[in-house]
C-alpha cells in the first residue's frame, strides 16, 4: 500500500519565540500517515521522500533556519537558511529530504527561530509539505 502525506497551512502561520514546528494542516493522507500533535507519524519502514516550501510574503522580515526533522534529527539535505531582511520582496524557502526509516517515527518541518506571517490575500498557501513512501 503506498504511504503519503499533503499538508499545507494558509492565512497566517506563526512558530513561537525560540523555533518549533511549523504548523501545517493535513489536505489528504494515507492510513499509514497520522497527525500527531503538529508532527507527521510515519507508521511503515522504507524509504520517503517530502518536500517543503515556506512562502514568505512581500512585508514578512525574518531570519530562521528550516529544516525537516525525524525523531527530532535534522534529515540531511532539508536544510534552508531564510535571511529576508528587505521587505517589498516576497521570497520562497523550499527543502527536501530522503530518509530511511527502520521503525516508526516522527516528521516535523521546523524552525530554528520563531516567526509570524500572514497571506497577503485570501487563500494564499503560505507553506505546504508533501512526501510518500517510496
Known amino acids: 500500500m503506498t504511504q503519503f ?3 499545507a497551512q494558509s492565512g497566517q502561520i506563526t512558530v513561537p519565540f525560540g523555533g518549533g514546528k511549523v504548523p501545517l494542516a493535513p489536505v489528504i493522507q494515507s492510513v499509514g500517515i497520522q497527525e500527531r500533535e503538529g ?4 507508521h511503515q519502514p522504507g524509504v520517503y521522500c517530502f518536500r517543503y516550501l515556506v512562502s514568505f510574503p512581500v512585508a ?3 531570519s530562521t533556519v528550516l529544516s525537516l526533522r525525524l525523531d527530532g534529527e535534522v534529515v540531511p539535505g532539508s536544510v534552508c537558511h531564510v535571511d529576508k531582511e528587505n521587505p517589498g520582496q516576497p521570497y520562497t ?4 529530504g530522503i530518509f530511511r526509516l527502520e521503525e516508526p517515527g516522527e516528521l ?4 530554528e527561530k520563531g516567526f509570524s506571517i500572514a497571506g497577503a490575500a485570501e487563500g494564499d498557501t503560505l507553506a505546504s509539505l508533501a512526501g510518500n513512501l517510496l
Do not use: D, E, N
Not at 508532527?39 to 510515519?42: G, R, S
Open 5 to 7: 502525506a499533503s499538508w
Open 39 to 42: 508532527a507527521l507519524h510515519l
Open 60 to 62: 514578512a522580515r525574518v
Open 93 to 96: 524557502a523550499a527543502g527536501q
Open 108 to 111: 516535523a518541518l521546523w524552525s
